[in-house]
Nanobody
Framework: QALLVESGGGLVQAGDSLRLSCAGS????????MGWFRQVPGKEREFVAA????????KYADFVEGRFTVSRDNAKNTVYLQMDSLKSEDTGVYSC????????????????WGQGTQVTVSS
């Protein structure tokens, strides 16, 4: 059974940086597109970023505006989300997800999910 575990969330001030990690097990990690999504209470889960299995192709939501970088280390079965210049509106629960082979911005297309990690940005 596949398992994804996020870490790295926390409370920071606007303008600070955070690096989220997501460690995978129970799946052939390099064959999965890895996505990051976030959710705040009362709102639908939204796409943040995704990276191809080999790590050569990345996609980002428009609101990222060059502030976030997604990367992966397949030798460690880990995907990262480096978040810089954080804003208060970036507050939410960030979850990583795995989808076999193909990109998607839609959370329903992903096969496996982590439990999420809270990111809180104070203004």
């Amino acid at each position: 059974q596949a398992l994804l575990v996020e870490s790295g969330g926390g409370l920071v001030q606007a303008g600070d940086s955070l690096r989220l990690s997501c460690a995978g097990s129970g799946l052939i990690f390099s064959t999965y597109v890895m996505g990051w999504f976030r959710q705040v209470p009362g709102k639908e889960r939204e796409f943040v970023a995704a990276i191809s299995g080999g790590g050569k192709v990345t996609k980002y939501a428009d609101f990222v505006e060059g502030r976030f970088t997604v990367s992966r280390d397949n030798a460690k079965n880990t995907v990262y989300l480096q978040m810089d210049s954080l804003k208060s509106e970036d507050t939410g629960v960030y979850s990583c997800a795995a989808r076999f082979q193909n990109f998607s911005n839609f959370f329903n297309d992903y096969n496996y999910w982590g439990q999420g990690t809270q990111v809180t940005v104070s203004s």
